[in-house]
């Protein structure tokens, strides 16, 4: 590598060098200034994040870096910044939550900075060594998050499960590589579509693809990968659980699309059976095994589990606007996520701490109006009712996978929406018209700032539909 | 060739025997050390290959430290073997039958096809020749040049786990008497010694 590749490679990747950086100049902050620190490292951590977020939309340009290893191109930075802004607010909303709860560890958010580098890596990801250095990257990181709280019995056992079951499909995820090198004879994304395309497909390297895909199901937990998820997000401290509702899903999404629409390109026909089979399979499963839920954690839980099926709904059709349908549900599902889960962690009462139980909700019209009505508006976008930004996004990807003549795909989609929508509902019923049970302590403003941006955002989507809509587009130009 | 052959068929019955005995061995120490017996077969087995870097990596990394650690957990923590094993009889049939099916989609697919011939091409002649350059110059020459993005990120992952292991683990207990050696070494006789001048036939 010649200084001049160097150079142009270092200012390709700034922000994931401020980010690396950053983190450790914040562990070496945090170690020093002791244990009462995190507060200001964490509003450090924010900084950060912020500042290569503008770095990343001002001053970072397009192309290859490091031998073809790291790209940065308009979806990639469109995917960064969802990434980012799932990070920031899942941090800006654990201070006040960690401190209650005396998990307020200084390494909390370097682990949540380590972990958005692991993110951004994947994002830009495009060899398979980068794809799974970054991957490795982020699931360590949240695997230790996931445990954080290591004096309570259900925090360590979600770490573990998750630490467990994530190398499990780290294993196959590699092994899927190691098939996919030995019959393209490469790594990189684009050498692979070129090795494809020259000769007749090999039954070895459909093999391949198969165990690939299933490692980065495993990272979205779509079905048949989706065991880990509800006990992981009831396990983990609730802060923790809005990191993984938002962030890693957006960025191991990110990597599916840019696997296959890239890297498969010329075997289509053969990855579109395997994501119109996890995409039923996922929307499916969480329409129904979210009706029986009662804790608000595991509903989520199943949520997006359904969701990420959704989102693969517009992947399946492999166009240009499958690609931009599933940036904007990409877009739409963590915001909705974001603003849900600040209304979880508002979810707490005087004499027994943070509440977890459906039903807890119950009368929260009376006690808590303006919350409520933040709530009933989210859960009304979530089940995909118009107006709503939640609308819109299903809206999109039904509507690439006709184009594509994938009826019975959009047809399913729609039905298991509908039976979504019940679960949804019954916390709008239950927050308006049942008896109140007790009243939560003053909600913290910061999540009151979360849940009432998430909130009007979904409310007024339209009104901003078209600049996201156009920025949407840009980004899936880069692969057509 | 013919010693090649010996010592490949020989390496390769000790590798897989041994490996068979750390699932079958009664004693968890004997298990831990037919694994140690498995990692230096394997290593032969790179030898013969002509990958010394690898096989050298493989007793550094793994006998030297991975298999010692074994050995530290087996002999220092007080766990069950015996009880944790009397389980596994039940599932083996379920991971046996597994086991077989995935063996035989396996073999399936990857009898009836051949490697891409680059992968196979590159395989055969390591770039550069061997002659010319060894594994361990070979590596170097690209670790920290071509590869140095990986070589990074890989050290951000190890971070990471330390970090983890730290934050998980580490307990700052109270009332622990730690040596402080600037207090140890700022004592003067004033602070440290008491002259008691004792009166004869009263004691202290």
Redesign the interface.
Known sequence: ?TPEILTS?LQLSVPELML?VGA?VL?MVGVFSG?KSVTMVNGLAVALLIMAGLVLVLVTGNGE???G??LSDPFAKFMKVLALIGAITAMVMTVGHAKAERID?F?LP??FV?AT??MM?MISANDM??LY??L??QS??L??VA??N?DSQRSTEA?LKYFVLGALSSGMLLYGASLV??????TGFDEIAA?ISGGER???LI?GLVFLLAGVAFKISAVPFHMWTPDVYEGAPTPVTAFFAAAPKVAAMALFVRIVIVAFEPVTLDWQQIVVFISIGSMVLGAFAAIGQKNIKRLMAYSSIAHMGFALVGLAAGSQAGVRGVILYMLIYMVMTLGTFACILAMRRKEDGNVEQIDDLAGLSSTNPFMALMLTILMFSLAGIPPLAGFFGKYFVFVAAIEAKLYALAIIGVLASVIGAYYYLRIVKIMWFDQPSGSFVPVAGELKLVFGISGLFVLFYVIVSNPLGLAADVAAKTFF | MGLQALFFYLFAFVAVASAFMVIAARNPVHSVLFLILTFFNAAGLFLLTGAEFLAMILLVVYVGAVAVLFLFVVMMLDVDFAEMKSGALEYAPVGALVGIILAAELIIVLAGNTFHPAAAGSGASPIPALSERTNTQALGDVLYTDYIFYFQIAGMVLLVAMIGAIVLTLRHREHIKRQDINQQVARTPETAIEVVKVKPGQGI
Request: aromatic fraction near 14%; hydrophobic fraction near 55%; proline fraction near 0%.
């Open positions: 590598m490679s690396a450790m562990l244990e870096a490091f031998n290893a790291f560890k390494e370097v682990l380590l580098l692991g890596l060594i980068a250095m970054g490795e990257l360590l990181a695997y230790v445990a954080i290591r770490g090198y030995g019959y393209t004879g490469h090795a090999s039954l070895g093999f």
